[in-house]
């Protein structure tokens, strides 16, 4: 494991491009797999989960290069696709894993998923269950819901779920292996996830119908390779939009980031703390609607966040959490049990890091109790391998008196590979 130390700076300055959404990335490797025709992806996040996804395309039999960030994907429909030879290796990703048994849930062939350590202790049943109501044939570790598991696939039919957890993940597992399945089938979600899947197969040529919290698709819809821009990831910006708003002096302007409805919550959140955060540039282009982002320095206040908003910034949560802790007043945060079952179980683990750097932090069954405080002192803390906390506690360090060792810094590269690299670059 790499320790860097990241020193504290008095100000930032200059125009961050962050890499492209891996959301967005993942989805349309798979989707351009899975289409007949040529797709081209630009922007390409260059993460190690992205490259998982399409190191299992590979496998499958699907044909890609790559020049830097773009792709070209040379589709022939799934009908093509060819039986792996080994055991497809997810790595980190869990949006290539769920994302790929839906995908695979109605092919003529058998399949192997495995991953690292982290990702073969992620709960699948939310997947799994479901794949198997519909028709698939999936046998792994009690009863298939931890990896490894191996799936056969199988003629499918059309279902009717209902949702207990907003789950993108789950939700585009489902209507993935739906587009193979016989008659409809549609997903009822307590809350709105994020929507890039109903989003990119529209721009595919496939009819998805979405009417609130419920998204229906038929099967036999038949995908057409396209042209794919993809935006700057959010939840990237996110620590630079924390960083902005907590450091001495400066401006950061972040171009060309996502703004889709279903991932902004990091933004309400920030400004309902008090941020100076302004969007600059509104279009949209393939479906994604995007803005250029200027943060400068404001005081922030302690909120309580919730509800609907948490599937909206779930992934931000990590990072919201250092701004809360130098916000002045409480913050608290509920209904984000999810966090639990991610890359760490991050409830605890931000709440120790946090804690171990000067922080105020109490966790909650279901999220944190967080009193800010005027400055942290820094110190020593682990990414335990998930590459939010790493960029995290790297951002901690800059906005700290003393520093912040960090250990297992490499874990940013799962979507961040350059991440060291634009902080120095930034920093006054």
Known sequence: MRGVFIKPVSGVEGEIRVPGDKSISHRAALL???????????????????????????????????????????????????????????????????????????????????????????????VTDPLKQMGAQILGRLGGNLFPLTMSGGQLRGQTFRTTVASAQVKSAIILAGLRASGETSVEEPALSRDHTERMLRGFGVEVLSDKMTVRVNGGGRLTGQDVSTPGDISSAAFFLVLGSLVGRGELILPNVGINPTRTGILEVLKAMGADIELLDVSEICGEPRATL??????????????????????????????????????????????????????????????????????????????????????????????????????????SKDGVSVEDMEAADVSYPEFLDVIKKVAR
Not at 66 to 89: C, F, S, Y
Not at 352 to 364: D, H, I, R, S, T
Not at 381 to 389: E, K, P
């Open 294 to 399: 200027r943060v400068r320095p404001a005081k922030l206040k302690g909120i309580e966040i919730g509800g609907d908003m948490i599937p909206r910034l779930i992934d931000e949560i990590p990072i919201l959490a250092v701004a809360a802790s130098l916000a002045q007043g409480e913050t608290v945060i509920r209904d984000a049990a999810e966090l639990r079952v991610k890359e760490t179980d991050r409830i605890h683990t931000v709440a120790e890091g946090l804690n171990a750097l000067g922080a105020k932090v109490e966790e909650l069954p279901d999220g944190l109790r967080i009193q800010g405080q005027p400055s942290l002192r820094g110190g020593q803390a682990s990414s335990f391998g998930d590459h939010r906390l790493a960029m995290a506690w790297a951002i901690t360090g800059m906005l």
């Open 32 to 126: 351009g797999g899975m289409a007949h025709g040529e797709t081209h992806i630009s922007n390409f996040l260059l993460g190690q989960d992205c490259l998982s996804t399409l190191q299992c395309l590979k496998q499958l039999g699907v044909h890609w290069e790559r020049q830097g960030t773009e792709v070209w994907i040379r589709g022939e429909g799934m009908e093509a696709w060819q039986e792996p030879t080994d055991v497809l290796d997810a790595g980190n990703s869990g949006t290539t894993s769920r994302l790929m048994l839906g995908v695979l849930a109605g092919a003529p062939f058998a399949v192997t998923f495995t991953g690292d350590a982290s990702l073969r202790s992620r709960p699948m049943r939310r």
